[in-house]
Nanobody, 124 residues
């Protein structure tokens, strides 16, 4: 079975930065497609950013220009650098993985493996 473990969530002021990490292990291989999702209280889970097996990245419009997704293949770890954070970025952030997703996907039903999530809170 594959395992994903997120870390890096914290409470920050608006305008601040955070970097989330997601360590993959088990049957989640280095070439997998991986993504970040988030779920705010009372809202549905939404896709934030994803990186395909070849390395193509896609972003939700709400985070373009502020968030950057990257992957360290050697460490089998996914990252999400979040800059210029806003209160509306407050949510639980989840990491997800799947063996293939074309050029990347922000659809949660495209992913087979999920982490437990890490809380990000942005105060104004």
């Amino acid at each position: 079975q594959g395992q994903l473990v997120e870390s890096g969530g914290d409470s920050v002021q608006a305008g601040g930065s955070l970097k989330l990490s997601c360590a993959a292990s088990g049957s989640i291989y280095r070439g997998y497609c991986m993504g970040w999702f988030r779920q705010a209280a009372g809202k549905e889970r939404e896709g934030v950013a994803a990186i395909s097996s070849p390395g193509t990245t896609i972003y939700a419009d709400s985070v373009k220009g502020r968030f950057t997704v990257s992957k360290d293949t050697a460490k089998n770890t996914l990252y999400l650098q979040m800059n210029s954070l806003k209160p509306e970025d407050t949510a639980i952030y989840y990491c997800a993985a799947v063996s293939w997703c074309g050029s990347g996907s922000l659809r949660s039903n495209a992913y087979a493996y999920w982490g437990q999530g890490t809380q990000v809170t942005v105060s104004s």
